[in-house]
């Protein structure tokens, strides 16, 4: 249990370490999709959300990005200034999986993705993620309250 939680605030503190220069204060959470449990980077603004993990080297296990937005739409994501592969995954109002895409190449830059429907969350994480975590669409998304 106390080995969990210290392995859980070494990747909170990488995911603010390195993601935190020139942006705003960002907050982390645990969320679980089919029951993993993911440490995110959750990104509220327009300018972090425009940046997302663009620029970075690397994303660590079973972590990710977690764009939220104010009202449900159809928000496309770019791999502009990607360094790795990631598989994207759009979440509506009520925190279902309405759509993903795997395996989503940087030089795909400046292709935009959409999903198919509004969505009010989109998740990023390393390629190969979805198919480990078995996650579908449908599954549900629960959110641990980030200030526990």
């Given at each position: 249990m106390v080995l969990a939680r210290l392995v859980g605030l070494f990747a909170c503190l990488f995911l603010i370490s390195s993601s935190c220069?020139?942006?705003?204060l960002?907050?982390?959470?645990?969320?679980?999709?089919?029951?993993?449990?993911?440490i995110v980077e959750m990104v509220?603004?327009?300018?972090?959300q425009v940046q997302g993990l663009g620029g970075r080297n690397l994303l660590l296990s079973r972590a990710g990005m977690l764009f939220v937005f104010p009202k449900?739409?159809?928000y496309g994501i770019w791999m502009r200034e990607m360094r790795?592969?990631?598989d994207i995954l759009w979440f509506s109002?009520?925190?279902?999986?309405?759509y993903?895409?795997?395996n989503i190449q940087p030089d795909t830059f400046p292709q935009i993705f959409y999903p198919p429907s509004a969505a009010l969350y989109i998740l990023e994480l390393n390629a190969g993620s979805i198919d480990k975590m078995q996650i579908k669409e449908g599954q549900t998304m629960i959110l641990q309250d980030p200030s526990k």
């Open positions: 220069i020139g942006a705003e960002r907050r982390t959470a645990t969320i679980h999709v089919n029951g993993n449990p993911i509220f603004s327009q300018n972090d449900p739409d159809r790795f592969p990631l109002a009520d925190r279902r999986v309405i993903f895409l795997r």
